[in-house]
C-alpha cells in the first residue's frame, strides 16, 4: 500500500464557439481544400485543490486558464 497520500478535488469548465458562420463560403472551401471542417475559439478554466484541505504538508492547488483556437478535422 501507499503512505502520505493527501485528498483534493479538480475540476473543469470550458466553452467553443465554432467560427464557420463568419464567412461560410470560406469555411466551405476551406473542408473542400483541407478536409477541415471547422475553427474554433475555446476557453477553458482548470481548478485543482490539493492540500490536504489545511492540513500540514504541500500545497499542490493550482488554477488555470486556457484559450486558443483548434480545427476540426
Do not use: H, Q
Amino acid at each position: 500500500g501507499g503512505n502520505g497520500g493527501v485528498p483534493g478535488i479538480t475540476g473543469a469548465a470550458g466553452i467553443s464557439l465554432l467560427m464557420n458562420f463568419l464567412e461560410p463560403r470560406a469555411a466551405r472551401a476551406l473542408a473542400d481544400s483541407t478536409g477541415i471542417r471547422g475553427t474554433y475559439l475555446f476557453a477553458e478554466i482548470n481548478g485543482n485543490k490539493v492540500d490536504g484541505f489545511s492540513d500540514e504538508g504541500f500545497d499542490f492547488s493550482d488554477l488555470t486558464w486556457n484559450v486558443g483556437m483548434f480545427l476540426e478535422l
